[in-house]
């Protein structure tokens, strides 16, 4: 059964930093490009960043770029967002998805399935 966790998420204050975790099981991560999304309040879902299988590649949205940085874990089955100087427009729920990688934005691909997020909420 696939399965996506999403973990460390929280409450931080104004260029505080939080570290994401995506814990995948029932397929081998390693196999696919993975992305990080967010949905804030009101907003629709976006795209924050994605990395590749074949290379390591990542992209990101101008908005985080120099900020978050995503990594990947394949022996852990897992892919991390660092998130460091922290804004409260960075306030959503943060969700990691299989995807389609070549560039930003990026989409929804591969195994298309949607955990349930990990909520971050960044103070002023």
């Known amino acids: 059964q696939v399965q996506l966790v999403e973990s460390g998420g929280g409450l931080v204050q104004f260029g505080g930093s939080l570290r994401l975790s995506c814990a995948a099981s029932g397929f081998s991560l390693e196999r696919y490009p993975m992305g990080w999304f967010r949905q804030a309040p009101g907003k629709e879902r976006e795209g924050v960043t994605c990395i590749n299988s074949r290379d390591d590649n990542s992209y990101y949205a101008d908005s985080v770029k120099g900020r978050f940085t995503i990594s990947r874990d394949n022996a852990k089955n897992t892919v991390y967002l660092q998130m460091n100087s922290l804004k409260p427009e960075d306030t959503a729920v943060y969700y990691c998805?299989?995807?389609?990688?070549?560039?930003?934005?990026?989409?929804?691909?591969?195994?298309?399935?949607w955990g349930k997020g990990t909520p971050v909420t960044v103070s002023s």
């Open positions: 998805a299989t995807v389609w990688c070549g560039g930003y934005p990026f989409s929804l691909g591969g195994l298309e399935y």
